[in-house]
């Protein structure tokens, strides 16, 4: 019998390395990007103290959506999603953030200012750092006022390749945006 907060994870081969994916029975929860499978869970731990089961099962329907993302194509993430950590603030950046249309960017002040938060575009930023399923929920299409760049969890150079998957100009990074 299945537990409603029993999690499962499994492996998702990707140009950007291994990407550990977990879900429970509602939906994705997190990715990970972690080069072995030992790394992955003590991460999983100690980030939101799970212990999932693997289950390759669980992920038949993300894995077809992740192929098409990854060879260049423009990919709706529309599987069920499964918010089980972060506060109610960090949530609605995360929400707000799938609005981002594939290709584009905005920056961390203009998801403060959709969300009425005022010069909230520090806090934006580290909601971003936070976001428990990076490519489904676009983080890396969030840049600063100025156009450059800014961080990202999983590295400046990946944040790049992902903007370059989805066709984004990336030698207009560092441009004002409008």
Not at 102 to 116: F, H, I, K, T
């Amino acid at each position: 019998m299945e537990s409603k907060d029993e999690f499962f994870y499994d492996l998702f081969p990707s140009p950007l390395g291994p990407l550990w994916l977990v879900s429970n029975r509602e939906g994705l929860c997190f990715i990970f990007r972690k080069a072995t499978e030992p790394g992955f869970l003590t991460e999983i731990r100690s980030q939101a103290g799970l212990i999932p089961r693997k289950d390759s099962t669980r992920f038949d329907r993300w894995r077809p959506l992740l192929t098409i993302y990854f060879s260049g194509q423009k990919v709706l993430f529309e599987e069920p999603i499964s918010w089980t950590v972060g506060t109610p603030f960090q949530k609605r950046i995360w929400k707000k953030m799938l609005e981002i249309p594939y290709g584009e960017v905005r920056s961390y002040r203009w998801l403060a200012d959709q969300l009425a938060m005022g010069p909230a575009a520090r806090a934006v930023g580290n909601a971003c750092g936070k976001n428990p399923l990076p490519i489904v929920v676009p983080c890396h299409r969030v840049v600063h006022h100025d156009g450059s760049l800014g961080g990202y969890t999983g590295g400046v150079e990946i944040k790049k390749k992902l903007l370059a998957i989805e066709g984004f100009p990336v030698e207009s990074i560092g441009a004002p945006l409008k």
